[in-house]
């Protein structure tokens, strides 16, 4: 029997079939070879299914040469969350500058070398392999977010590659097992910690509601108001969610508004938490609060206005407080490295994430990765400059040290002792 319309026998075209499946399956595997992070619109999975061996290294100790040391960072330098990423930079670059116009360290100067994940961890995943394997980076530093973190933290501790001062609070990085990871700010189990401690004594809030986003950052931070609120006997009156990298927070608006809170606990960046803000505020008048990854300066950017009277979280100092001697000196290590750079708190972090990896270097005269990391985990105490960083058995986050801020009339982002009705 032919087919009427092609002209081929029956098993003519059950090869050509046969054939055309082959070639599709070609096609495919070519295409899914292809790294990550090459096509722009593609979506990635949060958990990778499995780390592969790793490459043979030309080096006996990665990243580490006669006149440098390079540190790799995988951020987001595109899309909605990348002043984040831009202002971590610029603090770790300004440190390292710092450093690098006194000599280096040992002799090393410091060089840091960084890749755009877009804040999608896919991406996160395919660069720290990247940077690890290819640019044979001694250590990540100063990685941005939760879900990115989470997708690059099994590959460095399974490689014993530094992971140092990640830009998140997440529990999950706090676990002692995870022996290549060194966090320097307090976490965000801490900050909604804080609080819901200042709503229910500054303000006797009861009515709390929740937005965040998506996924394990916005768990980690929902959880740790759900436990700040068991803790007192309370429930959140609503909480509901927007997807990463958007800002499509129209149902999230909607079900907070009808639930008609007391506060509204933001676990964002910063786009989708200001427009949360305004267009709630077009039906109710609640008291804002954010966890510090949201990035103070951009939100109050992106607020304008309407920016007055959004309290933040922060775990670094404001980035104007002379009288800490490190702050001093992150302002005139930025002044020196970029004039036009305007100071703010994620950079502040960034610079302190960069000074941590300098104090690393400096207890090892001919560092190797094993000495780096028991340099900074054994070490009693840490003072960068007047800012003291706790480690031991253990206990893998330096600083436990939590501020509440509030964006004033002027756009400043100051520092507050207590809550005060905002409306």
């Not at 059950?14 to 090459?38: D, I, K, Q």
């Not at 399974?158 to 995870?178: K, Q």
């Not at 909604?192 to 809030?205: A, I, K, N």
């Not at 077009?282 to 951009?298: K, Q, Y």
Request: hydrophobic share 45%; with cysteine.
């Amino acid at each position: 029997m032919t087919n009427s319309k092609a002209g081929l026998p029956s098993s003519g075209m059950a090869a050509f079939a046969v054939f055309a499946v082959g070639v599709l399956l070609v096609l495919v595997a070519a295409c899914s070879s292809e790294a990550p992070g090459n096509d722009p619109t593609a979506t990635a999975p949060e958990t990778p299914p499995s780390t592969s061996a790793p490459a043979t290294s030309g080096q006996a100790n990665p990243g580490i040469f006669d006149d440098r040391v390079v540190f790799g960072q995988s951020a987001a330098f595109t899309g909605p969350a990348q002043a984040l990423g831009h202002a971590m930079r610029l603090g770790i670059e300004a440190a390292f500058h710092e450093r690098n116009q006194a000599g280096g360290v040992h002799g090393r100067m410091l060089e840091l070398v960084t890749m755009d994940d877009r804040y999608e961890p896919g991406f996160a995943y395919a660069n720290t392999r990247d940077l690890i394997r290819k640019e044979q980076v001694f250590g990540l530093i100063g990685e941005v977010g939760t879900p990115t973190s989470r997708s690059a933290a099994r590959l460095v501790d399974s490689e014993a590659v530094p992971f140092l001062a990640p830009f998140t609070g997440a529990g999950f990085l706090r676990n002692p097992e995870l022996a290549s990871v060194v966090n320097l700010r307090a976490s965000y189990a801490q900050e909604t910690e804080h609080m819901v401690e200042r709503l229910r004594d500054d303000l006797g809030v009861t009515r709390v509601a929740v937005m965040y986003q998506n996924d394990s950052y916005g768990q980690s931070g929902l959880n740790g108001v759900l436990e700040a609120l068991g803790r007192r006997g309370l429930e959140p009156v609503a909480t509901w969610y927007y997807e990463r990298n958007s800002s499509a927070v129209k149902a999230a608006v909607f079900h907070i508004a009808a639930a008609n809170p007391e506060a509204v606990v933001m676990i964002g960046a910063y786009q989708p938490v200001a427009k949360a803000i305004s267009l709630l505020r077009e039906d109710i008048d609640p008291v804002f609060l954010a966890v510090s990854f949201v990035g103070s300066n951009a939100l109050a950017l992106e607020l304008g206005d309407e920016a007055v009277g959004v309290y933040i979280t922060q775990v670094v100092p404001p980035p104007d407080d002379t009288g800490t001697p490190a702050v001093a000196e992150y302002l005139a290590a930025l002044g020196s490295f970029d004039a036009s750079a305007e100071p703010g708190f994620v950079s502040l972090e960034g610079y302190l994430a960069g000074r941590l990896a300098i104090a690393g270097l400096e207890a090892c005269e001919e560092p190797t990765r094993e000495c780096f990391l028991a340099a900074l985990r054994s070490s009693e105490s840490i003072d960068l400059s007047g800012i003291r960083l706790q480690y031991g058995p253990g206990d893998n986050q330096g600083s436990d040290e939590v501020i509440m801020t509030v964006i004033d009339e002027t756009g400043r982002v100051v520092p507050v002792a207590t809550l005060e009705e905002t409306s």
